[in-house]
């Protein structure tokens, strides 16, 4: 169990301590998954970004991801929903979801694109795994960008998740996968949605930082 999501990172960034100082790009899922990469990409001295990647929610149930929409447009697709769905609904879910991506894009990344990950060690990280969808859609974007070597990191998921993460990522770091597990708020005490403004500060204050250090180093 953990306090909160800075807590769970701060575990998650020693279970990283491998990729410190290697020049790695750590991409948070926003908007819970920024504030546990802040922590991350602080403590590895990486570069620090957010990756959108979208829900596909089923017709018949919203909450149900039948797959994921990352922001280059790679999308993950569940096997069990292809059986149920037609390509219409599937085509009406992923329209809907680049308006939204394109919002957060500009909401939260104010337009600018996300680091360079070619040859490079990425990280993607999120504050806990359901059904690993969104995560899915997103190894995929980077793979395209040609990320040298693609890890998925996260405090918490189900262990059948685990193993399909560990199909076609190239490493998957999970600090706890419960027996029994249905929500990523169960390992939490404390688990307050994050806002927009709240991951737009976290970003404010991580370039905050990065800017007192080149001044600090040009000194």
Known sequence: ????????ALYLAKALAD???????????PRGGVETAYYVAKYLNAELSMIISRKLGH???PEYAMGALAE???VHMNERALREVSQEDIDEAIDKQKTEIGRRINMLRKGEPLPEMKNKIVLIVDDGIATGS????????CRKKGAAKIVVAAPVCGDEVKTELKRIADDVV????PEF?????QVYASFEQVSDEEALELMEMWKRGKTQVSKAAGA
């Open 19 to 29: 990729y410190k100082d290697k020049g790695a790009v750590v991409l948070g899922i």
């Open 134 to 141: 969104t995560i899915m859609a997103a190894i995929e974007m």
């Open 181 to 185: 597990y249905h929500a990523v708020s």
């Open 1 to 8: 169990m953990f306090y909160d999501r800075k807590d769970a």
């Open 72 to 74: 280059d447009g790679s």
């Open 59 to 61: 017709p018949g149930n």
């Open 174 to 177: 999970i600090l706890e996968t």
